[in-house]
């Protein structure tokens, strides 16, 4: 049965399976009842990533006990709400598979009451995002993403929640980094209010539901707290923005156990991955918050368990088997690692880049060169430990289907895209430069110096290239301001994704069509499918001074 036609069965499966658990509510014993009956109780995730299966391996809970967790408290007689604050539908391969369209039968399942969108919901494009949307038996809610050609929010903006003794309104938002952390092709069609816009629609989103007599008022926000994104971090719209009560954080994969208070909000955030579950309880008076990584007292739904796995069983039948072995562990983390500095993972894969290009230029007779490769360490998604390398692994890694292109720049051009993308350097970001046939250096004593912002971008143009970064060589030789260079990038980069736009106004590109993850497979079948002692460590390609 082909990749399509698995999809479809399972999606019609789905919808069976998902009544056969719609009621699901675990018994509420003596010792673990609370006095919750007409209290709101709002149950939030964040940055789920696909991370449906409960493996106790791994510590995350799984949708099973988000499923089991909403029917305890909705026995108890509270005011339940399941909420979601985005980059639900992207992340291992039991819903990259799919497009993401199986996190939404997932959600659909577990009884999810709204839900903002993350960056990552993108990823497929706007099309498998319309089919999500389409499929969700809850509002997505994103106030701020605004349709180009009506001038209205694109999907949802709020929902007002009417219980018997209060009334609840959520409204969402959504980062405007999305413009730039999915493919700019894939946005092309929304805008993202931003800064004062932002601040403004949220405070029109609170007005709006005071207006409709809620007695509480919710924001599910896909922002974070991170300092790359300061002017459009949820602690920045509540500093500008007056009744919200709760705002349910997510993006910056930051775990606050009780929460914190700023302005009058609450701000709650789960970390990732479902390792934990947030629980908030206003008692119409006072709001409470804590994290929850331990259900003993409740359990899973058995049913939600089994029905994750009709869809896991077809993920791991499409991707058994190794496609190679590395002797060395091969480091992906976030930070340290492919977003800080160079890695080992960063090298192999940069060189896999300029590997396929330059094979594809050499079949193709186009009298071509490859000078170098970059690789951004946000595509990076995971390490690979030492041994046999499943292609599961491999397709966790690198699970973005992208491409692998190349642009031609000068050398005048190469530099601003390495400043730009060393910007946060030392601290954490998905632009970060892994690079091979290319070797720099970045002074992070020298401050970033910034120049006019990028347009359709929350990003910045270098004021002045060369002050934070310098390269030694490309190619092998040494580096020429005014020389041209031919560089290996993924289609993402080259469309001017994260701080690459630069790249998307070089007058040669040229998409090989060869995916990273295909590409990456290629290139280790040109090491006899064996990862060896050259990168056992990284190369030394970028000094960081400190």
Known sequence: MNKFFKRLAVGILSLAMVAGIAAYTPAVTAEAKDDLAGKLVVIHTNDMHGHYEKIEEEGGLGMSSVKALKGYYERQGANVLLLDAGDFSQGTNLVNYYKGLDSIYFMNAAGYDAASLGNHEFDFGFDALQEMAAAADFPILDANIINKETGKPYFGDNKVFAFGNMTVGVFGLDTPETQTKASPKNVKDVTFLDNEELYACAQAQVDALKAAGCDYIICIGHLGVDEESVGRRSVDVVAQVTGIDLFVDGHSHTRIDGGFDFNGTKIVSTGSYLEKIGVVIYDGEKTTARLIDDL?????????????????????????????????????????????????????????????????????????????????????????????????????????????????????????????????????????????????????????????????STYYAPANPGSRVTIKSVGGKEFDLKATYNIAVNNFMADGGDTYYVLSEAENVIDTGVVDAEGLISYVNSLNGVIGEEYAASRGNITIIR
Request: with cysteine; net charge negative; hydrophobic share 35%.
């Open 296 to 456: 003993y007292y409740i359990g899973g739904c058995p049913d939600m368990d089994a029905f994750v796995k009709t869809f896991a069983d077809v993920v791991n039948e499409a991707y058994a088997g190794t496609f190679a072995t590395t002797i060395s562990r091969l480091d992906g983390s976030r930070a340290p690692g492919v977003r800080t500095e160079e890695t080992n993972l960063g090298d192999f894969s940069a060189d896999a880049y300029k590997y396929i290009a330059q094979t594809y230029v050499d079949e193709n007779d186009m009298n071509m060169t490859i000078d170098g490769a970059i690789q951004n360490g946000g595509g990076i998604r995971a390490s690979i430990e030492p041994g046999d390398i499943s292609m599961d692994t491999l397709y966790t890694v690198f699970p973005y289907g992208n491409t692998i292109s190349i642009v031609t720049l000068t050398g005048e051009e190469l530099l601003e895209a390495l400043e730009a993308s060393c910007f946060a350097c030392p601290d954490a970001l998905g632009g970060f430069p892994q690079v091979s046939g290319i070797v720099f250096t970045i002074d992070t004593t020298v401050p970033y110096a910034q120049g006019a912002q990028y347009p359709d």
